[in-house]
């Protein structure tokens, strides 16, 4: 027994989950980089706003030296996060400090820019430095200085794990919000599966109708091959239905003549009348091999009837009908019949080669059981453009034109009772043709009197 596979709402879920944890952990990196950097520019101007408020204090005494007076405003700018550390230094022309921590990291090559930034450990912590450059005139020329400003960076980062943080609440939301809306989509999605699953359930054993229930799109191909399936289904319960009333209807009377003549054997007084007993109990036999053979090509004919044509190929006509019709030339000559063939010595049809050899089989047959003693049978095959046309032509009584009709009904004699056979030839015949796409017709023979059957093929492409 094959296992069911995992529900298709935790599939959908799961791939949902999954792909959109991947994209969301990309998302969250990305979220990072972009946090690092947004408190990276919003703390680097604070930065140098205070590295600017210290260089608008930095002048030129009267000896000629820099000085500078700490505005308290300058660090004040910095300790909006009571964590973090400020830090500063000024330096004057290349070699002189004058005010600050003189060992305070600071960026020696600012590559042309009046402002610079960089990251830099102090104190074994981890600052942001932020370095200006400046002058300051004497009134005849001007002295150079570098204002250095440096801050810790707990308050960026603890600002970017904000930003992250927040960041990945709302993703988090977003994937359940999705997932739960995938959810309840799924579920109302497969609800007309659960109709067509309670549709079914509620249907008897013996109910093989279309399924004629409202289904998604995706699923309606699935619901036709269905439906495909219970119309074979029908067919073949129905061949096995007919065959199984037409055996028992019709080996009724060949079986019960084997009994009688088996009871005659045994009560026979003399070798004679068990031997004639047991002649007419073997030629029952034989009538019930033949209805028996016959209700098994039925049976095959309507399962083949209630599905596409299979194993189909080009088979040559004119060749098999020569090659049957001399085959059934001794059994023709004892039944005092002039059994011959005309025509083509080649003509392709698209058939089954078993079914087709039936067909030409039951066609040369029922000629020779009711064209009668004397009688002549001929057939023939001729090759044309619009198809292949097969005949088998008696000269015996025919059948008359308001019986034509009624022949082709399976188990109908044509008001011939005592005629042999079952009354299956000519529909089986038909039936066959129908299979290949063939039509059969009853004529009056060629001389006025006797039947022609003909059976047109289309051409084989």
Same mark, same amino acid.
């Given at each position: 027994?094959?296992?069911?596979?995992?529900?298709?709402?935790?599939?959908?879920?799961?791939?949902?989950?999954?792909?959109?944890?991947?994209?969301?952990?990309?998302?969250?990196?990305?979220?990072?980089?972009?946090?690092?950097?947004?408190?990276?520019?919003?703390?680097?101007?604070?930065?140098?706003?205070?590295?600017?408020?210290?260089?608008?204090?930095?002048?030129?005494?009267?000896?000629?030296? /820099?000085?500078?007076?700490?505005?308290?405003?300058?660090?004040?700018?910095?300790?909006?996060?009571?964590?973090?550390?400020?830090?500063?230094?000024?330096?004057?022309?290349?070699?002189?400090?004058?005010?600050?921590?003189?060992?305070?990291?600071?960026?020696?090559?600012?590559?042309?820019?009046?402002?610079?930034?960089?990251?830099?450990?102090?104190?074994?912590?981890?600052?942001?430095?932020?370095?200006?450059?400046?002058?300051?005139?004497?009134?005849?020329?001007?002295?150079?200085?570098?204002?250095?400003?440096?801050?810790?960076?707990?308050?960026?980062?603890?600002?970017?794990?904000?930003?992250?943080?927040?960041?990945?609440?709302?993703?988090?939301?977003?994937?359940?919000?999705?997932?739960?809306?995938?959810?309840?989509?799924?579920?109302?999605?497969?609800?007309?599966?659960?109709?067509?699953?309670?549709?079914?359930?509620?249907?008897?054993?013996?109910?093989?109708?279309?399924?004629?229930?409202?289904?998604?799109?995706?699923?309606?191909?699935?619901?036709?091959?269905?439906?495909?399936?219970?119309?074979?289904?029908?067919?073949?319960?129905?061949?096995?239905?007919?065959?199984?009333?037409?055996?028992?209807?019709?080996?009724?009377?060949? /079986?019960?003549?084997?009994?009688?003549?088996?009871?005659?054997?045994?009560?026979?007084?003399?070798?004679?009348?068990?031997?004639?007993?047991?002649?007419?109990?073997?030629?029952?036999?034989?009538?019930?091999?033949?209805? /028996?053979?016959?209700?098994?090509?039925?049976?095959?004919?309507?399962?083949?009837?209630?599905?596409?044509?299979?194993?189909?190929?080009?088979?040559?006509?004119?060749?098999?009908?020569?090659?049957?019709?001399?085959?059934?030339?001794?059994?023709?000559?004892?039944?005092?019949?002039?059994?011959?063939?005309?025509?083509?010595?080649?003509?392709?049809?698209?058939?089954?080669?078993?079914?087709?050899?039936?067909?030409?089989?039951? /066609?040369?047959?029922?000629?020779?059981?009711?064209?009668?003693?004397?009688?002549?049978?001929?057939?023939?095959?001729?090759?044309?453009?619009?198809?292949?046309?097969?005949?088998?032509?008696?000269?015996?009584?025919?059948?008359?034109?308001?019986?034509?009709?009624?022949?082709?009904?399976?188990?109908?004699?044509?008001?011939?009772?005592?005629?042999?056979?079952?009354?299956?030839?000519?529909?089986?015949?038909?039936?066959?043709?129908?299979?290949?796409?063939?039509?059969?017709?009853?004529?009056?023979?060629?001389?006025?009197?006797?039947?022609?059957?003909?059976?047109?093929?289309?051409?084989?492409?």
């Amino acid at each position: 027994m094959i296992s069911p596979a995992s529900s298709l709402r935790r599939r959908l879920l799961l791939w949902l989950l999954v792909s959109t944890a991947v994209i969301g952990v990309l998302a969250l990196f990305d979220t990072y980089r972009e946090a690092v950097k947004t408190a990276n520019t919003v703390s680097d101007r604070v930065l140098a706003g205070s590295a600017l408020a210290i260089a608008e204090r930095v002048v030129v005494s009267e000896n000629g030296s /820099l000085e500078v007076d700490i505005p308290y405003v300058a660090l004040e700018m910095l300790t909006s996060a009571a964590q973090d550390r400020v830090f500063y230094r000024v330096d004057g022309p290349p070699g002189s400090f004058i005010t600050g921590y003189q060992t305070l990291p600071t960026i020696a090559d600012t590559q042309g820019q009046p402002t610079a930034y960089r990251d830099a450990t102090f104190r074994g912590e981890p600052i942001r430095v932020a370095v200006l450059l400046r002058s300051a005139s004497t009134g005849v020329n001007s002295v150079p200085f570098v204002v250095t400003v440096a801050e810790t960076t707990i308050a960026r980062r603890q600002l970017a794990q904000a930003i992250l943080l927040r960041s990945a609440v709302r993703l988090a939301m977003m994937i359940g919000g999705a997932a739960a809306i995938v959810w309840i989509a799924v579920t109302v999605s497969l609800r007309p599966l659960y109709r067509l699953s309670d549709a079914i359930a509620e249907r008897s054993p013996d109910d093989l109708r279309r399924i004629e229930q409202r289904v998604p799109r995706e699923v309606q191909g699935l619901v036709d091959r269905f439906n495909s399936f219970m119309v074979r289904l029908q067919s073949a319960l129905d061949a096995l239905r007919h065959f199984s009333g037409n055996a028992s209807h019709q080996l009724r009377t060949p /079986l019960a003549i084997i009994r009688t003549q088996l009871a005659l054997a045994a009560r026979a007084a003399t070798l004679e009348e068990a031997q004639a007993a047991a002649a007419k109990g073997d030629a029952a036999v034989a009538h019930a091999e033949r209805i /028996l053979a016959q209700l098994l090509l039925m049976a095959k004919i309507d399962a083949a009837g209630s599905s596409e044509p299979q194993n189909l190929s080009p088979v040559d006509l004119a060749a098999l009908a020569q090659d049957l019709t001399g085959d059934r030339v001794p059994a023709a000559g004892e039944a005092g019949i002039d059994l011959g063939y005309e025509g083509d010595r080649s003509a392709l049809v698209l058939a089954e080669p078993l079914l087709i050899g039936e067909l030409l089989r039951n /066609l040369i047959e029922n000629a020779i059981a009711y064209a009668g003693r004397g009688a002549e049978v001929t057939v023939s095959v001729a090759a044309g453009g619009d198809g292949v046309l097969l005949a088998v032509e008696d000269d015996g009584p025919g059948i008359p034109a308001d019986q034509r009709s009624v022949v082709r009904q399976r188990f109908s004699r044509g008001g011939h009772r005592d005629a042999p056979g079952m009354g299956l030839g000519l529909p089986i015949v038909e039936e066959i043709a129908g299979l290949f796409g063939a039509r059969m017709a009853l004529e009056t023979a060629t001389g006025g009197c006797g039947l022609r059957v003909e059976i047109r093929f289309p051409a084989a492409a």
